[in-house]
């Protein structure tokens, strides 16, 4: 038995004034306490407690001992209190990370509103499009995209994020409007690197049945924002998240076409670096986008 726990022992002899007391709380016998007791005397080479048919009392020596054991005893209970406490609360620093992206037209606006409602939270974003060590980089939860690899990682489903095909009227006055995938070949794609870099489409017919279009285009750019700004300026045709793309939409910058022909949509998971006593802090942050992602939620993000 380790010190800190002959002390704990102790104590609750010394306040209890009973052998058999303190063992019924630490849930072992009394022949145990009385042998820890009398290890730490041995120990200590002095006799802390006085012993008679009606029970215990301190010796000059036990009273000192006791008088510093129990401030050890109950800062180290405090200390529990505190991890526990924390643990199961929502405080603290919360590192997230994500891709640009998304971070930048998504996360960003979710964090604020979960700081907003857990006042105690302090946030440190961190984007970065390839692939991070959750573990080295000290991130407490990141959102990423596609399917997950097997892995210790702990991770919660949000959601599914669609893509569109999309441009601008302009384009299609111009260059007219595809009708079929494969008519997406003779004309300008503007192509997002990240994902497209093969320059193949890949898309679902409405029986689900996949169709595979090779593509060319003046622009490639792993920058989204760059691939809806060209789109938006008459460029050429772009496959684009819906979350990037739905304000355009609206605001008729941008037109969908083939809305019968589906392209591959990514799932979108939190993910934290174990399944085993997540903090506080982490649980808040990952129920309340379980609360948040749901059926069209690209449709409720403010205004960019």
Known sequence: MDRLQAMHIFVRVVETGSFSKAAKEFATTQPTVTKQVAATE????V???NR???GVSLTESGALY???CKIIVRETE???NIVKLRQSQAQGLL????SVAFGRRVIVPLALDFMAKHPQVQVDLSFEDRYTDLVAQGIDVAVRMGKLADSTLGARFLGMNPWVLAASPKYLKTHGTPKRPAELSSHNALIYSSVQGDDVWRLLTPKGEPVTVPVTGRLRSNNLSAVLAAARGGLGIAALP???AEDSLVSGHIVEMLKDYALPEQEIHAVFPSPKLVPG??????????GWFGEHWWERLPKA
């Open 281 to 290: 802090k982490v649980q808040a942050f990952v129920a309340y986008l379980q």
């Open 66 to 68: 006791y008088e510093k």
């Open 242 to 244: 819906r979350y990037v």
């Open 47 to 49: 006799r802390l407690l």
């Open 52 to 54: 008679n048919t009606r």
């Open 78 to 80: 405090e200390a529990d």
């Open 95 to 98: 590192r997230i990370g994500t």
């Open 42 to 45: 041995a120990r200590l080479k």
